[in-house]
């Protein structure tokens, strides 16, 4: 959903350091980089919490709240550190 969002199509990698390296664009500059990276940590930290309610408060698994609590976090992230 998340690379949908953005229209990127890709193979993602299972290990979490090769993951975030493909976060790491050739045609995009420093900057660019910078705020992509922060919509992968951004989606990574949204699914880790996540799950934390799922295993901690019995809360249910929900893919369309996990993308939109992503959005939101990386929204309101990037529009902090580069307004």
């Not at 998340?2 to 493909?22: D, E, I, K, P, R």
């Not at 698994?61 to 976090?73: G, M, N, P, R």
Request: hydrophobic share 45%; net charge positive; charged share 15%.
């Amino acid at each position: 959903m998340c690379n949908n969002w953005v229209g990127v199509s890709t193979v993602l990698h299972s290990q979490a350091n090769m993951n975030f390296q493909q976060f790491c664009l050739m045609e995009m500059n420093v900057r660019g980089n910078r705020v992509w990276r922060c919509m992968w940590i951004a989606i990574i930290w949204t699914i880790w919490s996540h799950r934390n309610s799922v295993i901690f408060k019995n809360k249910r698994v929900d893919a369309e709240e996990i993308f939109y609590t992503a959005q939101l976090k990386v929204w309101a992230w990037i529009t902090n550190r580069y307004p």
